[in-house]
Structure formats: C-alpha cells, structure tokens
C-alpha cells in the first residue's frame, strides 16, 4: 500500500514527466488496417513511465505472439523529443505522453489505464489491453 501511495504521490509532483495526457477516443485517418501500438514519451523517464512501455510491449508479445510476429500488430516506444517521433505525433495530434492502440480510423487511448495499473496492477493492466485489442481485431 505504501508503494501504491508513494507512486501516486510521485505522479502528482512531477506532471512533466509522468503525468499522462488524459484523452478520449477519437477518430484519425491511417493508412492500413494493422494494430499499430504507440507509446508516446519524453526523453526523461520515471519508473512508472517505463514500467508502461515494458508491460505494454510483454503483453502484446504474450497475448497476441503470431500477431505480433506476423507484423499484424506492432508496437512502437515514440521520443517525442527526437524528430521522427515529432513527426509521428504531428501525424496522430499528440503532444504529450499516450499509450495509444490504432487500426484504420480507430485511435484508442489507453494512457491513464496504463499508469494507473502497469506498476500496482500489472495483470489488470494485461486484461485492459486485452479487451481493447480484441475489440480491435474484430
């Protein structure tokens, strides 16, 4: 319970770096019908900021392993500081950190779920990411 606290507290004090862009689903033309995962982040990184990217990317290799391999779903970590990275995130209006999942014209963000669970919760976390890509490959 402690650890759970000191992190929230550590999210609270320093929202440049860990605080993730709240967000709702919104829509944004992309070129194919693959599974692309992005996760959006600044240079400077906190353990919560991490943890997110790791569980995200195991998760996707855990529960979708053909998939993944078959480039049907794909994930990408995105330095919004380096210059591809602006560009990525010019191209799907981003500004700040997001965990986001996008096929086609869906874009679904999965930012808050992933800082509120990644490190406390990690298999809630799992089930999330599950539910929304199934959702997805539908």
Known sequence: MKTIKFLLILLLLNPFFCMAQSGSKTTQTVSNDKIEVYYFHFSARCVTCKTVEAET???????????????????????????????????????????????????????????????????????IIRTKVDGLLK
Not at 81 to 92: P, T, V, Y
Not at 93 to 106: R, T
Request: glycine content about 8%.
């Open 57 to 127: 990317k195991k998760d996707l290799e855990t529960l979708y392993p053909e998939k993944v391999k078959s480039g049907a779903i794909s994930f990408r970590a995105v330095n919004l500081e380096d210059a591809s990275g602006k560009e990525i995130a010019e191209r799907l209006k981003i500004s700040g950190q997001n965990l986001l999942l996008v096929k086609g014209s869906q874009k679904i963000n999965i930012t808050n779920e992933g800082f509120l669970y990644a490190v406390s919760n990690p298999e809630k976390f799992k089930s």
